[in-house]
């Protein structure tokens, strides 16, 4: 049966959203890609994750998919042990495995390796097949077993889980051939869609299907749609005059690493914190990225343009105020956060107005989170709970929200914003 965790336990999303389960807060979560990493306190015992995805598995035994010669390579001792009961089918082996390199075959004879138990689990609902093993530092240790299981005890499949990114590229691909008979539409590189003469960019899409894959085609088609109306822009829309959208040019975050490799004709200027600073033409109800052939024709450098969005990002919140929702107590606000999203939220930080009137209610000095394009939370640097805290809603949204920002803290002071090292 599932096990309902304690209220001080923290729950955590698998990759993709295929799965949640909770852990003690003491112990350290990772995760890249597909992979989850838990460790214990000292991380004196690993459990690690891995989800997999594929329709073609169902009908396969789960023994013949969760194998420890796949984790391990020199194991002895291999046997059942006690399976984690739940709504989902499941497995459970435990052994003792070798992990130091093997010595030349002539000092085997006079070596000694050190064998470390290890346990494994197999759970399977539907596609998703999760494996998970933990592995002792050194003598077996039955509490940090027995909390391993625990954990997986709290797993909860998600009942429809979101496909994969490779066959949510496919879907899409398929989706713009039906829509669009007309455009050459192909599969590009780096998980990105060629559609006529655009390359879209698949990543914040994906992001959002995830939290609601039944929403799949209200996701995309109206990106796709703009796409192409856009293709069918003419010259003036395209490569417009400055004076026809001076007003409407504003600055943008983004991560440096991202605009790098994939859309170095933007105009932009790294920032810190791996961000970096670009510029956008907002429209109606979309905004498009200004380029270096564009700034060419206006005839002004990336200062000049600089100086014209963080004079049109005042303004925009001078006519549109930003509600706040504050935390606090008798001392006064101890956090800060905007109650609505909105695509400029995020970048506001780069106004030293906003900067000053934030200082004056929350602290001359203060540390500011930046997980997403749509939020911010600030926070004091009196209460040390609190701002371990906000450090870990900045990491978790980062990775949860669309449009990704950081996932580390900013410093406020007088003299302008920093990495904060605290």
Known sequence: MSFDPPEHWQSLSGPTNWYRLWFPPEWT????????????????????????????????????????????????????????????????????????????????????????????????????????????????????????ALILRTLRFTPNPADPPNVFAERVLALAKDKFPLLDCEAGEGFQLKLGESNVNLFNFYRSYIKVPEKFEEIILPALTTVVQIQGWGSEQSDPPLESVRERIMPMLYPEEVWQERFPNFVGQPWIAGLAVLYVVDESHAYWYVRHDLLTQWDIGVDDLHAIALTNLDSYFENKPMEMAVAGGDDGPTMVMPTQPDSYNAVRVLSESFRTKMRKVIGSTFAIGLPSRDFFVAVNLDSEEMLAHVRQRVRDDHDEMDHPLSEELLLISPDGVSAFGG
């Open 29 to 148: 979560v990772t995760q890249e890609e597909e992979t989850t990493t838990l460790a214990s306190p000292g991380g004196e015992s690993v459990l690690t994750l891995r989800a997999a995805w594929s329709q073609d598995t169902e009908e396969v035994p789960l023994e013949r998919l969760i194998s420890p010669d796949s984790v391990f390579s020199q194991n002895r001792s291999v046997r059942d042990a006690a399976a984690i009961r739940g709504d989902f089918e499941s497995l459970s082996l435990e052994g003792e495995a070798q992990f130091e390199r093997q010595p030349p075959w002539w000092k085997r004879p006079f070596t000694r390796g050190e064998w470390r138990r290890w346990r494994l689990w197999g759970l399977r609902q539907g596609p998703v097949v999760l494996m998970g093993h933990l592995v002792h530092s050194a003598a077996p240790d039955h509490e940090m077993e027995s909390i391993a």
